[in-house]
Structures are given as structure tokens and as C-alpha cells.
């Protein structure tokens, strides 16, 4: 699956911090709302996505599987969510595959604070990723691009 010893792991943690002109109760929706967070999470460009669910409680799950648009290699990932104050906060822990090969394990906390004319988003990632190197970067690169879609959600709407 990658040129990459599948042994070795990094073990590292970012933060990203964004600013949205939207309400706390608008941003908070966007990860509560299955059909909302579907749009700027999971669909999109060059993949194709076989299985998408959110079951957004505490202890509830999220499932995605996907491919990138022409390939037959499928990207899992499973999320469980271990504590959500609406409006405020959401933590939870996730594990990915591509491939049927684990690719990472992380715990991560997305905090939203409130001002007035709109909401701070702090996404914070702790996590091991196996095998290539530069994971750990590509997953911020990822996350950073993520929360670019979720701007555009949030502009849409």
C-alpha cells in the first residue's frame, strides 16, 4: 500500500485555529447535523463516497468509507465521540485505514468560542500515524483544508 515501513509510527499533535462570521449555535450545527457536516466532511471533489453515518451523541459513532474517484482503494474512517457541550465543544477519537492499513489513531477536541461577530474554532489533534513520515503534516494540511470547507458551508447557508 505505501513505499513506507508500516512499523514505525510519529507521534505528534496540532492545533488550528479558525474564524468564522457565524454564531457558535451555526458552527455547533455544522458538526451536529448529519446532512450539513455530510456536505463539508465527506462529499466533495475526486472521491466517491460509499458510506457515510453520524450518530452524534456521546458514545455515538461516525462511519465513512470512500475512495478517490477512479481508484478502487478504499479510506476508512471511524469516529466515536466522548464528550459535546453544545455550542462549546466536541471531543472525540478517531483511527483511519486506506486499504485495509491503519494509517493513524487520534483523539482530537474542536472548540468553539463565541464573541459577537462571529466564532473562533480550535481544532486540536493528538495522534500516532503509522508508516510515512510526513503524515503528521499531511494530516494538518487535510484538517486546514477541511475547515476551509466548512467556511464555505457556513457562507452558503
Not at 5 to 11: G, K, L, P, Q, S
Not at 86 to 103: C, D, E, H, K, N
Amino acid at each position: 500500500m505505501t513505499p513506507y515501513d508500516h512499523d514505525t509510527v510519529t507521534h505528534g499533535s496540532f492545533r488550528i485555529e479558525r474564524r468564522y462570521p457565524a454564531s457558535a449555535a451555526r458552527v455547533f450545527a455544522a458538526f451536529a447535523d448529519p446532512a450539513i457536516k455530510r456536505r463539508w466532511f465527506a462529499d466533495g471533489a475526486g472521491f466517491e463516497v460509499d458510506v457515510y453515518t453520524v450518530d452524534f451523541r456521546v458514545l455515538g459513532r461516525e462511519q465513512g468509507r470512500f475512495r478517490r474517484a477512479g481508484t478502487d482503494i478504499v479510506i476508512e474512517n471511524e469516529t466515536v465521540y466522548f464528550d459535546i457541550v453544545p455550542q462549546r465543544r466536541i471531543a472525540f477519537a478517531y483511527g483511519m485505514t486506506a486499504g485495509g492499513v491503519s494509517l493513524s489513531a487520534s483523539v482530537a477536541t474542536v472548540e468553539l468560542t463565541g464573541d459577537g461577530s462571529g466564532t473562533l474554532l480550535a481544532y486540536t489533534e493528538q495522534g500516532a500515524y503509522f508508516g510515512d513520515p510526513a503524515a503528521l503534516k499531511g494530516r494538518e494540511r487535510g484538517c486546514r483544508a477541511l475547515y476551509e470547507r466548512l467556511a464555505a458551508e457556513l457562507a452558503a447557508e
